[in-house]
Nanobody, 115 residues
Framework: QVQLAESGGGLVQAGGSLRLSCAAS????????MGWYRQAPGKQREWVAS???????NYADSVKGRFTISGDNARDTVDLQMNSLKPEDTAVYYC?????????WGQGTQVTVSS
């Protein structure tokens, strides 16, 4: 069973930066989309950003211009560079990789932004 593992979360002051990384424990055949979601306390999980196999990226309005997603299909990794962080970015961040009808999720990494 392939598992995803996120890293790079932590505590940062508002205006700071963090880089999240996600790697698969094994090879995933033909990943179509890689992405990041987040879930803040008391709120539903929300989509943050995604990147297709062809390299097309898309972002939630709340992070557009501040976050950058990048992926490596050969290594089955996806990163999220987060700049100009705000307290409202505080959440558990999850990576996801979609291959066919199968979605693979990580266990999440905590990002806390202090004001």
């Amino acid at each position: 069973q392939v598992q995803l593992a996120e890293s790079g979360g932590g505590l940062v002051q508002a205006g700071g930066s963090l880089r999240l990384s996600c790697a698969a424990s094994g090879s995933i055949f033909r990943i179509n989309v890689m992405g990041w979601y987040r879930q803040a306390p008391g709120k539903q999980r929300e989509w943050v950003a995604s990147i297709t196999r062809a390299g097309y990226t898309n972002y939630a309005d709340s992070v557009k211009g501040r976050f950058t997603i990048s992926g490596d299909n050969a290594r089955d990794t996806v990163d999220l560079q987060m700049n100009s962080l705000k307290p409202e970015d505080t959440a558990v961040y999850y990576c996801v990789m979609q291959a066919g009808f199968q979605d693979y999720w990580g266990q999440g990494t905590q990002v806390t932004v202090s004001s």
